[in-house]
């Protein structure tokens, strides 16, 4: 009797979806209560029913959606399988600091060897170091480090086969004990519309439009257990709701969708039964912009969770999510219910961790990231990558072709396309596609925009490209110029001044207005320089030796100078610009700039200070010069043998083969396009100071023949 009591009870565990590991534990049970009972007999249709049952676990678990992997911006589609670094100074491996790169390397060396392809990293974390504020309150900028920062971190990654999950806020971003200063600067940026903006501005889109869609970067990750700001884990004082946490989400989720559209983007809730906060209809209600949702889910689980809202006693078809769900934190080590030395009481019925990530993966979730690669502080038993790194090499042994990030062994080429500013591109098959497949793709400009021609594998000027037969790795870009008098301004009318951002520096007091579709910037306190006060726009592609006409209308309640100015974001390396002296008279005025450099984040600034009387703009339009040479193609090279390259202390020294050495002129690019310098001989070293790192293309010519190469600095 009681062994047909178990038989049942495998069923139903089967048909409630729980896990392998715990079927097998049962019927472990049932046949151990056989063999100490040999003289019971069972017949035939009790030992179908076993087979039966048996079969039905792994048949039950094994069976994955459709929606149980994670596609890549290449089209490519993984398990994710990998740890949490989560720092190696906390709060501190962006802002002003350094980067540990020995131990960053270290760290990821040791993952990739264990065959998982993915790494989580958190950046500004707590607000300590990064990102900047101005005296207003208001985020002016990422840190001096942050950007070199996360491109060493992504370049680590490259040289290690691993992506990159950059997390960019966490729950402690209103932690008590932070600097008042600071705590009060990082609530107004989530609590406030003013706040959020000018952290978009200012820190997200530079940022993201500088690594743009990186390979080794699988997402940005929004925030880490936000749901914690709204129950006070670490501050109950200071508490945000659920509505600033869900809009703020949708409004970064958006921003970086509309400044590299292929990038995803995820979020990291604190259990399971936080998900549903994170549905595009729940974001969309919160902050209503259309494209600020996920690109997936991510949950975390530890044992305090309770089994309610463990990923191991439940499928993911059982949750009924609507995309595809990273468990992003789960224990590096075994826990079982009340055991000693964690910081919250465990409730779950425990696990032993070797199995857990196949698991996963059999039971159709998207991956698996365990918590964390160190051993955790707060909580001694997690013991981080030491108890952990087995069940990686695991998961990759029973499914190394969902794991494995290149495709080469399958017969597999990437056909990577994508649009410069001004279009987009349509590709009959996007991601790997099978060797000798066809493949054909169409640029569209537009409108205000003309398509002009292909770089990359290809050189074509027609907006209609096939591919006969793939036989190797594609890259390609799709140009466009704007056409004179399309206005490269956003909003320039103030009708929507979220594309407008509004920055005083310390020592001055200021405010800006959008009334009556016009801009008015109030000043009570200002010093002698007229950029501490400013109103910007930036993601402005601009292209060296074109020139931009700036028009605009200005006034004030008296005579006073305003100036403009042209910048690249991140770098402030300045374009040009102009001076004016407006009156009380609303005039409209203009002027050229030409830029020096090409780039995809420029800045219009409208600098007001050096004054206290207020300054009203409307009317804003940038548009090319009619006349204007038409802008040189973005750069991206396709790959050649034939010159070698040397990374060494100095820079990067370069030579030609046999037979290439006529190529004497020598121009270096980096990844967006724009050029880097030129050097007039065959062999010689790319000095280091030209070089951060990151990917370049390099271009040789004799004046007849050209060649390209692209490496990557690390």
Known sequence: MFFIINIIIIINKVLNNSSIAQVYHIYLRCYFFKTIKEKIMVNRNFKLLIICAILFSVVAVDAMPSASRITLPSGRKIFVSGMNLAWIQYAGDVGDNALNETAVNSAMKAISDSGANCM????????????????????????SKTLTNIQKMLSLAKKNNLLVMPVLLTHNWVKKDLNPTILANNKKMLTTEEGLQAYIDNYLIPIVKAIGNDSNLICWEVYNEPEGMVQ????????????????????????????????????????????????????????????????????????????????????YSVWGFDKPLVIGEYPSSDWSPGMSGTSSPITDAGAKVDTLMTYLNKAGYAGGLGW???????????????????????????????????????????VMASAGNGGKVISSATGRVESGASVTINATANDGYTFSGWTGDTTS????????????????????????????????????????????????????????????????????????????????????????????????????????????????????????????????????????????????????????????????????????????????????????????????????????TDLNRISVYRANGSKVLSINSNTGIIERKYLTSGQYFIRATNGKSVFNRSVSIY
């Open 461 to 660: 000027t027609e907006a209609e490209l096939t591919i006969k037969s793939v036989k190797k790795d594609w890259s390609i870009l799709a140009n466009f110029v704007p056409d004179a008098g399309t206005n490269l301004i956003a909003g320039g009318d103030f009708s929507d001044d979220t594309k407008w951002s509004f920055y005083a520096a310390t020592d001055n007091t200021a405010s800006v207005a959008y009334d009556n579709d016009q801009a008015k910037v109030t000043i009570t306190k200002s010093d002698t320089l007229s950029y501490h006060i400013q109103l910007t726009q930036g993601g402005i592609a601009l292209d060296s030796g074109v020139t931009y006409v700036v028009s605009f209308d200005a006034w004030s309640s008296a005579a006073r100078d305003m100036a403009i100015g042209l910048s690249t974001a991140a770098t402030w390396h300045f374009q040009g610009g102009a001076n004016f002296s407006i009156t009380d008279t609303k005039a409209t005025y203009t002027a050229d700039i030409t830029p020096d450099s090409t780039t995809d984040a420029g800045i219009l600034q409208f600098n007001c200070g050096n004054s206290k009387l207020p300054v009203y703009i409307d009317n804003v339009s940038f548009v090319k010069k009619a006349g204007s040479p038409v802008k040189m193609n973005r750069s991206i090279a396709a790959m050649q043998s034939g010159m070698n390259l040397l990374q060494i202390s100095s820079g990067l020294q370069f030579a030609f083969e046999s037979g290439k």
């Open 372 to 414: 964390q690669y160190q051993p955790d502080q707060g909580d001694p038993w997690l013991k981080g990558f030491t108890t952990f790194g087995h069940s990686m090499k695991q998961a990759y042994r029973a499914d190394s072709n969902s794991i494995k990030l290149t495709g080469m062994t399958d017969n597999t080429f990437l």
């Open 120 to 143: 989580r990293i958190w950046l500004s974390t707590d607000g300590t170091n990064d990102p900047k504020y101005g005296s207003n309150g208001l985020v002016s900028g990422p840190g």
């Open 232 to 315: 006070g884990w670490s501050s109950p004082q200071n508490t945000i709701t659920k509505a600033q946490v869900q809009k703020s989400v949708n409004w970064i989720a958006a921003a970086i969708h509309d400044a590299v559209p292929n990038v995803l983007v995820s979020n990291g809730a604190a259990s399971m039964e936080y998900v549903n906060w994170y549905t595009d209809s729940e974001l969309k209600k919160a902050g209503s912009k259309t494209n600020g949702t996920l690109d997936f889910y991510m949950a975390h689980f530890y044992g305090w969770n309770g089994t309610s809202n463990s990923p191991f006693a439940k499928k």
